[in-house]
Every structure is written in structure tokens, then in C-alpha cells.
């Protein structure tokens, strides 16, 4: 049934780039938990995944490794910094989320005019990092990029797991999460740990922006819309819960691709917002989220 | 001999409102000092103020050391421990792993207090696993205090620890706490139920409207007549 094949096909690489979403919907929930701010400059942490990794690797014939490890080291540097340099005043100031809010949104819009300046707007691509044909399973043909995505993003949500299940400081993150004062009141740094987070998001954020890269391309331009869906999808998961927020990338990432079969892929972005009005209408607490009120 | 705690003209806002206004205080080593005082009178502002979880105006001496200007997290690993109003424990996560993230200021050696901690409240070795959010609020109490008592305080502060609770399950949390004491440890206790605490606290300070408007001294009793003038007059 050639029908079938074609449908498992969509979902197969829909799932891929709802892994993608996915993880840049954990950013935005391991920064909301430790902090209760939404950050908008996340998918500016997505976009210099892939435009870093693309001019270490072009322009200094660095090895596509090395130049991926550069570029989480830079979001990850941009990260703490919007911390320290942004987040951090304005909470000692005791500023509205609102302004915290906006303030991470002219991040984003300071990080993705300096990469215009520096790298121009042209479309870059990455080779897959696993230089191989692709995978045969039965009539379904997996890229191999698709497939290093599958499996990089299910090692970095099982890792992420046993980070704030198994170690002090993860615990201590998710105690933060629940309730800052009683957090504060047993020792823990609260602030340091939202440095944490910042940071970690960063690397998440890069991770999925060098991993979409050679699947599609990227520009100065292509963190805000990464950030839309990683956004919808945190939603759809929960907000503020790290693997609600994954599955909540996976149903968008399929819902865009069966979109694009049907209807033409004008009409994902139609879907998307389709997916996520339901939620907020007949699920609000999103897939795995305690209801809030 | 230094006090474990002393506070000097404590002063303590919300934004423009003022809620302490210049509070004289004082816990000696070993000590279990009481806090009374009616709905709104600042008896939780001032342990915020304590604890550097309100902006605070005055003196607050910590074993001679001046912590005024420390954040809570840093007061905290000092020993300064206090248990909130609402006791604060992490629902979401199970009663072990709350009392591991007691242990925090500790790092390492915890498991021996984790001992001593299980032996004052058994009824927590049987609920480990369970998630913190799903015990009574009993249990719920015990697991504060066992959390606290992971940091090993040198001052432990409680926030109406009986609050909620049945008179007996109440006396009997304030029962593991005269415990605590006799055993030298420090104790600063706020409790609107006066008759319970003065039958343990050595001293008390009655707060109204952000002032301390009475203080008995060692060995002395308020009488229900005065307690009663003390909260309504
Ligand atoms: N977060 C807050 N913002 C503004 N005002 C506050 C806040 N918390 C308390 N107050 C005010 O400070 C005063 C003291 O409140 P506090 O909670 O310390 O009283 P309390 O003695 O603990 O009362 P209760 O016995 O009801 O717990 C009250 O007038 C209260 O309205
Ligand atoms: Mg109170």
C-alpha cells in the first residue's frame, strides 16, 4: 500500500523535526522552572547553534565536531550573560515578568541583528554530521540526519531525566521550580541556579539548531520561528514540565508534516496554531502540566 | 555570652507599607524563645525579616555577627533555619527527596542526620517514596521540621507549626520540639495558640500592629486575663 507508506514516511520525518521542537521546548521550560520568566531570546540560542557551527566550520575548516562544540560554548556564553546582564538587574529591581519578558525578546532582536553584521543574511547549510546512506526499514526510508536526531534527542531527554531526578543539583532546580522562597530558605543559591538554567537551556537550544541544520538551512532570521514552535510546543506539553514539553514538540512536528501532505505545506502554520488553540480551549494544563490556577 | 539571635530596632516594609516598626528581640544559646500575637500583627514579617526574605531596615545579629545585609540562601547555611508559614514543602517531589534537599548546606555527610531525623519522626521512614503533597498535614509538618533538621540549625524558627492541625497531633509536634530544645537546641517559635507555646517557651514577646507591646521574663506567666487584654486592647 504505497498510501501507507507514504503517510508512516510523513510522520517518520515529521517526529524528526518535532524532536527539533521539542527540545527547544525544554529550553524554554528548564528556564521557566528555574525562574518563572518565559525567555524570548531562546531561539536566538537555536539560530547560533547552526550560523556558529556553519562559520567555524566554513570559514576556519574547523571539524564539523569541534565547530558544533564551539557554537554550544558560544549560546551557552550568551546564555549566562543574558542572566547576568539582563535577567538578573531586573529581578534585584523586583521588575514585572512583563518587563522581564520584554527584555529577552530585545535580546533576541540585539543577538539576531549583530549575526546579520557579522555573517550576513544568507542561507547557510551543514553536511550531515553522519556521512552514511540512508536507513532502509522495510519500505521506509530514514535519512540519516533524521535518524542522529532521533537518537541525539532521546540521549539528551533521558540525560536531562537523570539530571533532575538523580543529582543535588537538579533536585535543587526542580525545588526551585515548585517554590523559590522555601527553595532559598534551605541554602540553596536560587539565583546561581537560574544561571544554571540559562545555561543549560543555551546548550539544549544550540544542540537543536545544529541538528535541524543540515536538514533544511539557516540564517540570522531563523530563531524566532524555531522559537514560535518550540513555544506552541512547550504549551502543548505544560509549561514547565521539560518532557511534556518534548512530546508536546513531537505532536507538532507530525501534526505540520500530515498537515503538509494533506492540505500543501502553506496551511502547517494554520495547523500548529489550530493544534495549540484546541489545547488551550479543551486542555489548558497541556499533556503531562498540572492544571494552575 | 553572645545571643544566638539578636534583632535591634527591626524594621521591616512591603513596598510603602511598613509592617515591623523598630522590634527589639532576642534568643539566647539553647534558648526556645515564643512569638504571640493576633491575625496581622507581623509575626510572620518578622521571621521574613530574619531571614532577608523582606526589605529590612535595623540590626540583625546572628552568634554576635551581623547578617543584615546576607542573602537567605547565605543566612540559611549559616544555621539560621526557618520552617514558613505553610511549611513549604515540595509537593511534586517525594518526602525523600525533600529531605535530601534539607541536606543541602551539608553536602556529604548527611546520612547520619537522616538517621536521627527518621528516629523523631518514624511515621516518615514509612512514607519515603511518597510524594510529599499527599501526606496529612501532620505528616506534612514532620517532614518540614525533619527537613530543617537536616541543616542541622544552631537556630531553628517556626512559623505556626500546629496551625491546621488536631489539638493533640498539635501538641504532639510542639512536644518533639520541647525535645529539640532540651537537647540545646535554639528555638524561635510564632504561635498564635499561646496557651501550647508558654508551656514550653522558657520567654515570649507579644507583637501587635508591628510592635512588641508585652515581654514576660524567665519564669514569668501571662495569665489568660492579660493574654486576652494583650491581643484584643
Ligand atoms: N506580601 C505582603 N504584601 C503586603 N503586605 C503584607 C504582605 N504580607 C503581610 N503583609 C501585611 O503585613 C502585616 C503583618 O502580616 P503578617 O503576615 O506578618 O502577620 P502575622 O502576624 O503573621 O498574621 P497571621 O497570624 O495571620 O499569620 C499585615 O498587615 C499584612 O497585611
Ligand atoms: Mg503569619
Not at chain 1, 551557552?76 to 521588575?95: E, I
Not at chain 1, 544561571?195 to 530563531?223: E, H, K, M, R
Not at chain 1, 500530515?258 to 502547517?268: K, N, P, Q, S, Y
Not at chain 2, 534568643?27 to 493576633?38: C, I, N, T, W
Given at each position: ?11 517518520v520525518?515529521?517526529?524528526?523535526t ?14 521557566y522552572?528555574?525562574?518563572?520568566i ?11 547553534g547552526?550560523?556558529?557551527?556553519y ?7 574547523l571539524p564539523?565536531?569541534?565547530a ?13 550573560l ?5 535577567v ?6 523586583r ?14 532582536i ?6 546579520l553584521?557579522?555573517?550576513g ?24 540526519q ?37 527553595a532559598?530558605?534551605l ?11 540559562f ?13 535541524v541544520t ?7 532570521n531563523?530563531?524566532v520561528?524555531?522559537a ?7 504549551i502543548?506539553g ?13 505532536m ?9 501532505v ?8 494554520v ?17 503531562l502540566?498540572?492544571a494552575?490556577? | ?10 524594621h ?16 539566647g544559646?539553647?534558648e526556645?524563645?515564643?512569638?504571640l ?16 526574605q ?5 540590626s540583625i545579629r ?7 545585609y ?9 544555621g ?25 548546606t ?29 501526606l ?6 514532620m ?8 541543616m542541622?540549625p ?23 520540639l ?18 501550647l ?32 487584654r494583650?491581643y484584643?486592647?
Amino acid at each position: 500500500m504505497p498510501e501507507a507508506t507514504l503517510l508512516l514516511q510523513f510522520l517518520v520525518t515529521g517526529a524528526g523535526t518535532g524532536c527539533v521542537y521539542g527540545l527547544v521546548a525544554i529550553g524554554f521550560c528548564v528556564i521557566y522552572n528555574a525562574s518563572g520568566i518565559v525567555n524570548f531570546a531562546q531561539g536566538s540560542f537555536v539560530m547560533l547553534g547552526g550560523v556558529v557551527t556553519y562559520s567555524l566550520w566554513h570559514a576556519l575548516h574547523l571539524p564539523l565536531a569541534v565547530a558544533a562544540l564551539g557554537a554550544i560554548i558560544v549560546s551557552v556564553a550568551l546564555g549566562v550573560l543574558t542572566d547576568l546582564l539582563v535577567v538578573r538587574p531586573l529581578w534585584h529591581r523586583r521588575a514585572t515578568m512583563f518587563v522581564m519578558i520584554l527584555a529577552t525578546l530585545a535580546v533576541q532582536i540585539v543577538v539576531e541583528r549583530l549575526t546579520l553584521i557579522v555573517v550576513g543574511d544568507a542561507p547557510m547549510s551543514l553536511p550531515p554530521i553522519l556521512s552514511r546512506g540512508p536507513i532502509h526499514l522495510g519500505p521506509i526510508v530514514l535519512d540519516t540526519q533524521v535518524a542522529f536526531i532521533f537518537a541525539v534527542s532521546l540521549l539528551l531527554v533521558a540525560g536531562l531525566r537523570l539530571f533532575f531526578t538523580r543529582t543535588a543539583t537538579g533536585r535543587a532546580m526542580r525545588a526551585c521550580s515548585i517554590d523559590r522562597d522555601a527553595a532559598a530558605l534551605l541554602g540553596i543559591p536560587v539565583s546561581r541556579l537560574v544561571a544554571v538554567g540559562f545555561a543549560l537551556s543555551a546548550a539544549i537550544g544550540a544542540i537543536a539548531g545544529i541538528l535541524v541544520t543540515p536538514t533544511q538551512y539557516t540564517a540570522y532570521n531563523l530563531g524566532v520561528p524555531f522559537a514560535i514552535s518550540g513555544f506552541i510546543a512547550a504549551i502543548l506539553g505544560g509549561f514547565g514540565n521539560p518532557f511534556g514539553a518534548f512530546l508536546g514538540g513531537l505532536m507538532l512536528g507530525i501534526t505540520q508534516s500530515l498537515a503538509t501532505v494533506a492540505f500543501g505545506a502553506g496551511t502547517r502554520n494554520v495547523f500548529s496554531l489550530a493544534v495549540l488553540l484546541i489545547f488551550l480551549l479543551l486542555r489548558p494544563q497541556g499533556l503531562l502540566g498540572t492544571a494552575k490556577t | 555570652m553572645t545571643a544566638l539571635l539578636e534583632l535591634q530596632g527591626l524594621h521591616a516594609c512591603y513596598g510603602q507599607v511598613e509592617a515591623l516598626h523598630g522590634v527589639d528581640l532576642s534568643v539566647g544559646a539553647g534558648e526556645m524563645v515564643a512569638v504571640l500575637g493576633p491575625n496581622g500583627a507581623g509575626k510572620s514579617t518578622l521571621l521574613r525579616a530574619v531571614m532577608g526574605q523582606v526589605a529590612t531596615a535595623g540590626s540583625i545579629r546572628f552568634e554576635g555577627a551581623s547578617v543584615a545585609y546576607a542573602p537567605t540562601h547565605r543566612r540559611a547555611a549559616l544555621g539560621m533555619v526557618m520552617v514558613p508559614e505553610g511549611r513549604g514543602i515540595f509537593g511534586p517531589m517525594t518526602v525523600d527527596e525533600n529531605l535530601s534537599l534539607g541536606g543541602w548546606t551539608q553536602r556529604g555527610c548527611v546520612a547520619a542526620q537522616r538517621g536521627r531525623v527518621l528516629d523523631l519522626f518514624p511515621r516518615l521512614r514509612e512514607r519515603l517514596g511518597q510524594l510529599a503533597g499527599s501526606l496529612s498535614g501532620g505528616e506534612q509538618q514532620m517532614l518540614a521540621i525533619g527537613r530543617a533538621m537536616m541543616m542541622q540549625p544552631r537556630l531553628l524558627m517556626l512559623d505556626e507549626p500546629s496551625l491546621g492541625l488536631a489539638p493533640r497531633l498539635a501538641a504532639a509536634i510542639l512536644e518533639a520540639l520541647g525535645e529539640l530544645n532540651r537537647n540545646g537546641l535554639g528555638i524561635l517559635l510564632v504561635e498564635q495558640r499561646a496557651p501550647l507555646a508558654l508551656r514550653l517557651a522558657r520567654r515570649a514577646y507579644v507583637l501587635r500592629l508591628g510592635n512588641v507591646v508585652a515581654q514576660t521574663q524567665p519564669g514569668e506567666t501571662l495569665t489568660q486575663d492579660q493574654l486576652g487584654r494583650l491581643y484584643l486592647a
